[in-house]
């Protein structure tokens, strides 16, 4: 059916689902539209406080349903199993959209040739964030990814905030027996490149990736959110992600014919691993020039790929079996 599926998954969000609503509520469209709230395993009141706001000004329908198994890839999933319209637009629980968010994303779904739309999301905070956070702040999913809007499915992805996509990209996934390696975000752990799988993912499959520079989401970060412990901590994720996005990267380079020198080596373990301990070395005698934070985000990124590598040599190599069977 036409139209939008906002999709908020909340993980112990009674702090702040309330004001991601009052955005929603703001919408000024024509466009068919609803908003489906997941339930993460929370063990505070977010249900009751979505529920008493939204009751306020019930703009369009609100469906609240529980996932139980914790993590973002779950939620989604769950959300995108209820959701009635044929465009599903993932708002997170810290983001507030423009009073023309469900316009514009459909708007922009008029091209059969979209598949997944990006947007650029800004920082919102309680107070002045510190100096690092301009250099790493897209560690947090904030600042332009590109300085064009149109098509980047050659050069990139887009951020999972604020990502929207087709639902049927899910059923053709789901037929080709595909199953996401990374599951995001479980609860305070952090995790990371769910948003990147799905983006590459669904270039193996034919679609394209589309980044609207000018639609812009504010992303809520609170105070403690931003630190340095919890930037390495992401990183940390994010090294952990690398290692089962190469299998989608080398495909996907093999697809648009532009393979690098070593792709055809990728898929061994021993290959990955001296490679990122030789990049390692490098980062050491470079160190001179950096800050003593960004050597350390740039260690210990690589240190998660090799410790996991080597931890999860199975699972890695069966990631380019899940990965072929997206195109046959």
Not at 103 to 125: C, D, K, Q, Y
Not at 246 to 274: C, M, T
Request: aromatic content about 12%; some cysteine; hydrophobic content about 40%.
């Amino acid at each position: 059916m036409n139209g939008v599926s906002v999709v908020i998954c909340c993980f112990n969000s009674e702090g702040i689902v309330e004001e991601t609503l009052d955005y929603l509520q703001k919408q000024e469209t024509n466009v068919n539209w609803e908003v489906i709230l997941v339930n993460n395993a929370s063990t505070d009141q977010t249900t009751r406080v979505a529920l008493k706001k939204w009751g306020l000004n019930p703009i369009t329908n609100l469906e609240i349903i529980n996932e139980t198994e914790p993590g973002l890839t779950y939620a989604r999933k769950a959300g995108i199993a209820k959701a009635q319209y044929d465009i599903i637009s993932f708002v997170d629980d810290d983001n507030f959209v423009p009073a023309n968010w469900v316009s514009e994303v459909a708007n922009v779904f008029r091209n059969p040739e979209v598949g997944i739309l990006g947007v650029t999301a800004i920082g919102h905070f309680d107070g002045v964030p510190p100096e690092w956070y301009e250099k790493h702040k897209h560690a947090f999913a904030t600042g332009e990814l590109y300085d064009f809007s149109g098509d980047v499915s050659e050069i990139g992805g887009v951020y999972g905030a604020g990502m929207s996509i087709r639902k049927k990209i899910y059923a053709e996934l789901s037929a080709k027996k595909w199953q996401p390696l990374l599951t995001g975000r479980i609860g305070k752990v952090q995790m990371g490149g769910e948003d990147s799988e799905i983006c590459l993912a669904s270039k193996l499959i034919g679609y394209k990736i589309y980044y609207a520079k000018d639609l812009v989401i504010q992303h809520y970060i609170k105070e403690d959110r931003i630190s340095e412990e919890r930037l390495v901590n992401m990183t940390i994720g994010f090294g952990f992600a690398d290692l089962f996005l190469l299998p989608y990267e080398v495909a996907h380079r093999s697809k648009i014919g532009k393979p690098q020198q070593f792709d055809g080596l990728r898929q061994s373990v021993f290959f990955n691993y001296f490679s990122k301990k030789v990049r390692l070395l490098q980062l050491y005698f470079q160190k001179g020039n950096m800050t003593p934070l960004d050597y350390k985000i740039a260690k210990v990124r690589i240190d998660a790929f090799c410790e996991t590598i080597l931890a999860r040599k199975t699972s890695f190599i069966e990631a380019f079996a899940n990965v072929d069977r997206l195109l046959k």
